[in-house]
């Protein structure tokens, strides 16, 4: 168990790579620091951070390139930073997995709450011993003391948002849950605006969940309102 968290900063401008060493190290986190995105995925591979903060523009390997690497082998935790400050882009890296998404320039308030906000998230859905019950809800199984989620008896593997996701919506199954309600519920109050990111996870959960993610049975949308999860009686598996 390390005494600080770790955290890689992945980002090829000197001055700004600089500037998050510093600030980081002053809030009492370790910090390791990669100019490039190959150099990233050796880091990530070598040393397990607790949380990446992942600028897009990378000389040799670009960010989603890396982004993609990491989520096909990880559920850490991964912040965006980037001076591409588009919709598509941010909702391209939301449904690659990002955890949150910053564009520059940004301040070291804002940054700070960030990352203590994803790294709670994270570890508030890491398996618990004292919890033993498992959610079922037609094919769909939650173990809530391994955090273990299934379809048909075949693992689903999720990120840690899209775990507390699901499971603040079996909480309240068959139950309309607004827009805020899931964003200060999962990502916290700060976030109470982003409907983007709740929109990404959803669709991420839904990729991993459904059978037919554009025709959901669990999922489903409540027009204006939110989302609802639906209690079934029979099994469906994920395509």
């Known amino acids: 168990m390390r005494e600080h968290p770790l955290i890689l900063t992945v980002e ?47 000389p040799h390997m670009g960010g989603f390139e890396v982004l993609e690497h990491i989520r096909r082998s990880s559920d850490m935790p991964v912040i965006v930073l980037t001076a591409l400050d588009t919709e598509d882009d941010k909702v391209k890296a ?53 955090r273990q989620v299934t379809i048909n008896e075949e693992a689903v593997h999720l990120t840690p948002t899209e775990y507390r996701l699901l499971v603040t919506m079996s909480e309240n199954t068959n139950r309309v849950l607004t827009h805020d309600y ?11 605006d982003d409907v983007h990111i709740l929109r990404a996870t959803i669709w991420r959960l839904r990729q991993k969940i459904e059978n037919d993610a554009a025709n959901p049975i669990y999922i489903l949308n409540e027009p204006g309102v939110g989302y609802r999860l639906a209690m079934r009686s029979e099994t469906s598996s994920p395509g």
Do not use: C
């Open 12 to 58: 090829d401008e000197p001055r700004i790579s600089r500037y998050l060493r510093s600030s980081l190290q002053m809030a009492g986190y370790d910090v390791l620091v990669a100019p490039d995105g190959v150099k990233a995925l050796e880091l990530v591979q070598e040393n397990q951070p607790d949380l990446v903060l992942l600028d897009l523009g990378l």
């Open 94 to 146: 939301l449904m690659m997995g990002a955890d949150d998404y910053l564009p520059k320039p940004f301040g070291n308030r804002e940054l700070q709450a960030r990352i203590v906000a994803v790294l709670r998230r994270y570890h508030q859905a890491e398996p618990s011993a004292k919890r033993e019950s498992v959610y079922a809800n037609g094919g769909l199984k939650i173990d809530l003391a391994t």
């Open 182 to 192: 899931l964003l200060s519920h999962v990502w916290g109050v700060e976030y109470s």
